[in-house]
């Protein structure tokens, strides 16, 4: 069928109308005539598959990376002012959508579009070896020579192990490969998952440990993970080398193990730690799912007191290392438990709560826990904004008021956005 592409949405896909029924059909933009089939019909909706574009948008470029398309990665082959100018759109469509009012005017900040991962996680196929992402749609493997939203370093790696990783025997039992690497690009963390038992995994990991060392002469550490189901990171089955690397940012230097998350845009990590603390100082501040403290090592040079909390194990340790020699205090715990707890005593308000939870959002329990609490302030980032829009209508019920909103673009040539957004009560 012919259709006519209206907006973008959340996801990555065009919305158009067939009858009344919204039609989303991925790698379209706003304005392009295309032909599509449809290839689900849900009922109240449809996707469906593109299949040529009639008339496009004067946004369309060739994408530079030979995989657009197939691979599940990207989504917009857009020249960079149109691709923000659409996560804007979507952005503020949300916050509408929510009923939200006296939205402040949301300002962009942006990095390079290309080069700034310092993270990718790649499949490993055996036959004939190689590592990749997964087609589009697809559980199935897509061999990948480069990556070019991926760091340099991390590009040359991705070369050197599809050329060496055959005779390096990482086939025989791994499944992933994750490769990290530090801001200077001179040092490499790689994480391997398997699916094998670990008493037949763990000695096959050490002779390809120092196989991997030898041709990723960058490689500080390597850490071997048990894949598990439905979970990014699993049990740590065992490393070679030290189990961490220095990440320096923001005028500070982080610890980031095996295991921890760490932001993946190179080029705004400060910006984006400037933008949650910058000018902020007062007696007490929280920093809930603080990671590795990101935000819990600037807001303790300006705090009199900072309560950092984080449930991940590895990211605690890194957190407790990271605040080593403060008087600051790290929680080990689930934020939702710590705010019910700390909603029940009697303490003085935080002049300053910093949330930046996952993608499913704060949720009724942690926005209802907030309200209890009342700090005069909270920044809140957030990488959805369905989810990020139903908090703030919550928040805002409660007294806060929106003052500031950023999008940074964390995540050029993909649909995924980051914002922040700084409230205070009324």
């Known amino acids: 069928m012919k259709l006519h592409i209206e907006k973008p949405i959340f996801g990555g896909s065009g919305l158009a109308r067939s009858e009344g029924k919204a039609v989303f059909v991925p790698l379209t933009l706003p304005g392009e005539e295309v032909e599509a089939a449809i290839i689900q ?43 923000l100018e659409m996560k804007l759109a979507i952005l503020r469509e949300s916050l509408e959508r929510a009923h939200l009012r006296e939205i402040p005017e949301i300002r962009a900040i942006t990095g390079e579009p290309f080069g700034y991962r310092n993270r990718v996680r790649l499949h490993v196929r055996n036959t004939p070896f190689s590592l990749g992402y997964k087609f589009r749609n697809s559980h199935e493997n897509l061999a990948v020579d480069f990556c070019p939203i991926a760091a340099p370093i991390l590009q040359r790696a991705i070369q050197t192990l599809n050329l060496q990783g055959a005779d390096a025997q990482i086939a025989a039992f791994v499944t992933e490969v994750e490769l990290f690497c530090d801001s200077t690009e001179s040092r490499l963390l790689v994480s391997l998952w398997t699916d094998r038992p670990a008493s037949s995994a763990v000695p096959l990991f050490e002779k390809v440990s120092q196989s991997l060392r030898q041709i990723l002469p960058e490689v500080q550490n390597i850490g071997l993970f048990a894949a598990e189901r439905g979970r990014n990171s699993g049990r740590l089955l065992a490393r070679m080398g030290s189990d961490s690397l220095l990440y320096a940012a923001a005028n500070s230097s982080y610890k980031v193990s095996l295991g921890s998350f760490f932001q993946v845009n190179r080029f705004l990590v400060d910006a984006l730690v400037d933008l949650v603390t910058g000018g902020e100082a007062g007696a007490i501040a929280w920093d809930l799912y603080a990671g590795v403290g990101l935000f819990s090592v600037p807001l303790a040079q300006s705090f009199s007191s900072v309560t950092a909390v984080e449930s991940s194990p590895s990211a ?73 829009s139903r908090d703030l209508a919550a928040l805002v019920q409660s007294g806060y008021r929106l003052n500031q909103m950023h999008l940074l673009d964390l995540f050029p040539q993909t649909f995924h956005l980051e914002s922040v957004t700084h409230l205070s009560l009324d």
């Open 316 to 388: 605690v340790r890194d957190l407790r290392e990271n605040l080593r020699g403060t008087q600051h205090r790290v929680v080990a715990a689930d934020t939702a438990a710590f705010l019910r707890q700390a909603a029940k005593q009697r303490h003085s308000a935080p002049d300053l709560v910093v949330v930046d939870p996952p993608r499913a959002g704060l949720g009724g329990d942690v926005t209802a826990a907030l309200e209890k609490v009342r700090p005069r302030k909270i920044t809140y980032v957030s990488c959805d904004p369905a989810t990020l």
């Open 41 to 83: 019909d849900k009922g109240g909706f449809a996707r469906a598959e593109l299949q040529s574009v009639l008339e496009p948008s004067p946004a369309r470029v060739q994408p530079p990376c030979p995989y657009f398309g197939r691979c599940g990665g990207c989504h917009y082959h857009a020249a960079y002012p149109a691709q």
